[in-house]
């Protein structure tokens, strides 16, 4: 037990793509930097620009898919001790978050670093799931959290989330911003070109000559945040409506507003008008079947002869949106399941396109029994990115969540294996 009611908490959310570090009780976190390093300490965007031999940008997880799986605890040591330094957070309780499948040991190593490393006064993780749901003020909720690894649905009620009806999908943010990516180039006829604010010390002097192709494969981090970097630009400008049931590409051009240019970072400009089928990249959130090509192609997807086993871990699915929340809500109990309808909570970085919401309504509207009633939830702009990190905010600064934090006395008397006690 912490007692207190402002502790001034440090909150601290680690994505596949982004991680962000802040006070409790603030809006938005005040650091938020790309989950890169290098070997020789440099975290974020100082990392992309590090160029000395053997000192390339690495990023922190492994697998996209697993994400809650720490594998090279060096490195997130390393994130977490220049992160606090950066923010002038010593000696204060800190929450971490974990998206409720990492392995049963993996919290008792994180207990251990904070207090022995990082002599933190109290300690607490959360889930994510259950801080999106907090940041909209819904303590039950089914979350569907659309990130750059990936595409996650966990029911969650009373605040507590139900791990065994949780799902998982590989179609995420990243995903989509490649199959982006290769129409761009098809249409182009060359490969993307990049001119990023940063670019590797010692390297291109001319920023429009620094294509892809021509990046080493020791700097595979650093070309994959410039091609996301770029992608994302281009969803932010201009927009893409998911309100099409079938993909007709009559449909589509007619919705595209005239004069319709992107400018590529080398200056290369590419009419949307001309190029319709780049608005339909999103749709791959919800074509069925396993996906074994270009998904903006408006034609049916050809699974035949694509690998349709079932996936080593059952929660690990390559599904449409919409029936991954599905088969989440099929797996929790049946008194829930149209509360958790009525409260569907859409966050994460992949899922700010325009009408994403009203396409999930509609399509889960459509698989659920007259009798259920679907309301999706979601913050607005920045909001629905920093969701989790929002709802950690909250948390910590309420006075009757100071009584949960696991305390440096608690841990010297009992040691970390009250950690898997204290955070179920």
Known sequence: MFCGDETGAYVVETGWTNSRFGWGGAADPCLQI?????????IGLSALNSNENGNHATRIFDNPNNTSEITNWDAWETLMSQSISQTLCSDRPILTMDPGFSPPDQKETQTEIMFEKFQAPAYFISHN??????????????????????NVATPVIDGIVLKRSLRRSVRGGDFLDLQLKEVIEKKTGKPLAVRPERLPSGKYKSPTNAHLSSLSASEKAYRDFCVHASMTDFKKSHGVSLQFAKVDMR???GLIPDGSVYELPDGTPVNVNEHPDLYVVPEAMFMEGPLTKTPSDPAPMDVEG??????????????PLHRLAHSALSEADVDCRKELLMNLVLCGRGSRFSGLDTRLNKELTAMTPSTFRVKVASGKGEERSNASWIGGSILTSLGSFQQLWLSKAEYDEYGSTLAVQRFP
């Open 34 to 42: 790309p989950t890169l390093l290098t070997h020789k300490g440099s």
């Open 251 to 253: 449909e589509v051009s």
């Open 306 to 319: 694509s690998d349709q086993s079932a996936p080593s871990d059952p929660s690990l699915l390559d599904v």
């Open 129 to 150: 799931a259950a801080l999106s749901a907090f940041s909209l003020g819904r303590h039950t909720a089914m979350v569907v959290d659309c990130g750059g690894g990936g």
